[in-house]
């Protein structure tokens, strides 16, 4: 996990990483290191998860701060 100076630092940086690295086929070859032998992901579940992913690197940050920080 890469390491931030400041939250601003993390807020703007986080986001886009997020978006980038969370792809339909990053989710596949996770499943495929975990699948039981002679099987592979549902393509249904793989297009779902890329989908969900779209846009939600802001929802990340926010979740994050909430579950680490109190106000």
Same mark, same amino acid.
């Given at each position: 996990? @890469? ?13 886009? +990483? ?6 339909? !086929?990053?989710? !596949? +070859?996770?499943?495929?290191?975990? @699948?039981p032998s002679g099987m +592979?992901? %549902?393509p249904g579940r793989l ?6 992913t779209r846009g939600k690197?802001?929802?990340?940050? !926010? /979740?994050? %701060?909430? @579950?680490?920080?109190? /106000?």
């Open positions: 996990m @890469a390491k931030y100076a400041s939250w601003s630092d993390y807020e703007s940086t986080v986001p886009s +990483r997020y978006e980038e690295g969370a792809t339909r !086929e990053a989710f !596949e +070859r996770g499943l495929q290191g975990i @699948a +592979r992901p %549902r297009d779902h998860y890329h989908l969900g690197g802001v929802v990340v940050v !926010e /979740r994050w %701060r909430d @579950a680490m920080f109190v /106000r």
